[in-house]
């Protein structure tokens, strides 16, 4: 994901490159920290951590792999900010908010509002690849990129969190 070579067209981000990548997946990275985090300035903050991060470190991007390295930097902040003790004594016993809309084929807002609570009751191994596969749109490889895992895992964990997902829409009390 990252490339440590420098060579024509390998250099460091660039101020304009940085504008472009806010411009083209800053609402990504906020619809992915809202959704693990459940606190619309929580995801505010984690999306400008991970563009001033961006621009602190200027690293080598490799052409494609762009919103990977967001992707994968914005969930490491949400798993230090689920983390920290602060977040379980304030957070936790507060209700969720109204989830980010993003365009989707869910025309019963029941029926995904149903879903949507079911995943994110989801243990957040399993959440993570959801968010990313399902809710990002990216691929077995992609998803297996931004976690540093193998492909096979993301499989798995996908199909387990199908199995749990559907016994709790079925009926079932936990996911």
């Not at 024509?8 to 619809?31: C, K, M």
């Not at 949507?116 to 959440?127: H, K, N, T």
């Amino acid at each position: 994901m990252i490339d440590s070579r420098e060579g024509p067209g390998n250099g460091p981000v660039s101020d304009e490159q940085i504008a472009r990548l806010y411009e083209q997946f800053g609402t990504d990275v906020l619809r992915v920290s809202y959704f693990y985090l459940r606190s619309r300035e929580q995801a505010e903050d984690v999306t400008q951590d991970v563009f001033v991060r961006l621009m602190e470190t200027r690293p080598v991007l490799k052409p494609g792999s762009e919103k990977a390295w967001l992707l994968k930097v914005a969930l490491n902040r949400c798993r230090d900010l689920w983390r920290s003790s602060w977040h379980k004594r304030v957070l936790l016993g507060s209700k969720v908010l109204e989830i980010i809309p993003d365009e989707d084929r869910i025309e019963d807002r029941l029926e995904k509002e149903a879903l949507m609570q079911a995943v994110s009751a989801l243990p957040a191994p399993e959440r993570e690849v959801f968010l990313l596969y399902y809710y990002q749109g990216l691929s077995t490889e992609e998803t297996a990129d931004v976690l540093g895992l193998p492909a096979g895992t993301i499989s798995s964990r996908l199909s387990r969190g199908r199995q749990k997902l559907r016994q709790y829409l079925n009926g079932g009390d936990e996911v």
